[in-house]
């Protein structure tokens, strides 16, 4: 198989890393591998050029992933989730997942990528290989929050405000269609990332998540302060809503018991869609791979 640019890039900051750790065991092995895998993870998130049709200005990549997990069902031994935002707002979410099938399939070991658009425009996606994305309806859609409380003055008192109303939030997926097999999605408490206006500061909103297994977030939830729709108010500040999927099964959420969101069962084949998709590449798996 042809060895691609970017492979050759992860080789050798491979064996770069590789040939300058010493021996090591236990916990400091798996420290080595985590400190690999995200050197690794950050280059790809680089390395992923995000912009609105229409324009070549891109959006801006955080320096650092705003969320780690794994995920043992699904065999991601590592993962990162990173962010792209215009005025602090946050415009798109992207997992890069690090897969380790062992002995099951081949080849074992892959990158997975998910991307997720949480923009009011359409978006363009460019990975390298020449592999791109172009959304055809936008990420989400902000709903007022019903029965949420006035907003607070104060930025604590705001995300405060926030997580309160997350717990509000519960979600049931469907794992399995065809043997109807379902089960409760884990809040994920802690906001995945929080944002403010880049002026005066002025807490605007946090995004939670909730998760299938462990701390992998199938489905993202935002919580804004926005004018007043409903009342056609904009300087009316309220709590707003939004979410995001970013898996292939069908989910329902609701808040405060009353269903406020579901998406069907997508075939993963079938990737790209409107707002979303994901894609593996090859992996070159590291030397101290495997360890727990």
């Known amino acids: ?25 236990g916990d ?9 895998l995200l050197a690794e993870m950050q280059l790809l998130a680089q390395q992923t050029k995000v912009s609105y049709q229409g324009s070549t200005t891109s959006l801006k990549l955080g320096d650092k992933p705003v969320f780690r997990y794994d995920d043992q069902p699904r065999r991601f031994i590592d993962a990162t989730m990173w962010v792209w935002t215009a005025q602090g707002r946050p415009m798109a979410f992207q997992k890069i997942e690090a897969v380790d099938y062992g002995d099951l399939a081949a080849p074992n070991a892959l990158w997975q990528f998910c991307f997720a658009s949480t923009a009011p425009d359409l978006l363009n996606v460019q990975w390298p290989e020449k592999r791109t994305f172009r959304s055809s309806e936008p990420g989400i859609s902000f709903a007022p929050l019903a029965a949420a409380p006035a907003v607070a003055e104060g930025n604590a008192q705001r995300k405060r405000q926030a997580r309160d109303l997350a717990r509000k939030f519960t979600g049931r997926i469907v794992t399995s269609p065809k043997a109807n097999i379902s089960q409760e999605m884990r809040l994920l408490t802690t906001p995945i990332f929080e944002y403010a206006d880049p002026e005066t500061k002025e807490f605007r909103g946090s995004v939670f998540g909730l998760s299938t ?22 300087d009316h500040q309220a709590w707003h809503f939004a979410l995001a999927r970013m898996t292939c099964c069908e989910v329902t959420v609701a808040f405060a018991d009353t269903k406020v969101w579901q998406v069907d069962w997508v075939n993963g084949s079938e990737a790209p869609f409107a707002t979303w998709t994901f894609f593996s590449s090859p992996r070159q798996p590291l030397v101290v791979e495997g360890t727990p």
């Open 1 to 25: 198989m042809k060895t691609t640019s970017i492979q050759l890039v992860l080789l050798a900051i491979t064996f770069v890393v590789g040939s300058l750790a010493a021996p090591v065991v």
């Open 213 to 234: 297994n462990g701390t992998n977030p199938d489905v993202l939830i935002v919580l804004e302060v926005r004018g007043d729709e409903v009342r056609g108010d904009k």
């Open 28 to 36: 400091e092995q798996t420290e080595q591998r985590r400190t690999q």
